[in-house]
């Protein structure tokens, strides 16, 4: 049976594009084509670039990347210590290291003052405050003493001589006495006085050989101690 020259003409056109389909298939070799939207298809995954890891465990040889927030194994630095932690830094913590329980300081000439430190104050320390603090001194405390936030203090004379002859004195820090006068007489109020006239005291006043701290006594309210500084 005979063909007819259409049919030969289109076998003839189907084979060309075969062997056209089939030379670019050799030409493309392994070249990879996206899966499109074939579900059954999964693209390969990329060479990973030397150096980096996606997901996999990292390279021994590779240095640390590790987050400085996390866990890094160093120690960490004493300047971070914070002394609340429980750490003394280098100078020390002077409360815990003074032998006394007492913050004192030296005031004027011949005297001084201690506290029981409380929250928020100077911490204690071993400064000395009793009665070798000056001539005629006296240490006198409040009626709380030794409870947080009281107060101690070692005085000795603050005097004056006016013209005329005779002196006064009162509690102070100057480290100061008198007797100029024929007799010294301590007042109710907390002062002593010496003077040349008359040999005896008014009524309700004390006669004293000299005026100091010691004749003078404590104020009222307060009262006689024989050192303000306190071990622990």
């Known amino acids: 049976m005979g063909h007819s020259p259409v049919s030969v003409r ?3 056109l189907a084979a060309a594009f075969l062997v056209l389909v089939t030379g670019c298939g050799l030409l493309l070799g392994d070249r990879k084509e996206p899966c499109g939207g074939d579900p059954s298809c999964e693209d390969a995954p990329d060479a990973a670039a030397p150096g980096t890891s996606s997901g996999d465990p990292a390279d021994p040889a590779a240095p640390s990347t590790s987050s400085s927030s996390g866990s890094s194994g160093a120690s960490p630095s004493p300047s971070a210590t914070s002394s609340s932690g429980g750490a003394i830094d280098a100078g020390g913590d002077a409360a815990t290291l003074a032998k006394n329980k007492t913050h004192c300081e030296k005031l004027g000439a011949s ?8 929250a928020g104050a100077p911490p204690a320390n071993d400064e000395a405050c009793d009665a070798n603090v000056g001539i005629g001194s006296i240490c006198c405390a409040g009626s709380d003493w030794p409870a947080a936030g009281s107060s101690c203090s070692c005085y000795t004379g603050d005097c004056n001589s006016p013209g005329g002859g005779g002196c006064s004195c009162s509690l102070g820090f100057a480290g100061e006495t008198c007797n100029d006068g024929t007799m010294c007489c301590v007042s109710p109020f907390g002062e002593c006085l010496c003077t040349y006239q008359g040999t005896t ?8 050989t000299r005026c100091d701290a010691q004749a003078i006594g404590c104020r009222n309210g ?11």
């Open 111 to 118: 005297g001084c003052s201690c506290d029981i430190p409380k």
């Open 222 to 232: 307060t009262k006689q101690v024989t050192s303000c500084a306190l071990p622990r």
């Open 201 to 208: 005291c008014f009524r309700g006043y004390r006669q004293v």
């Open 10 to 12: 289109h076998s003839t």
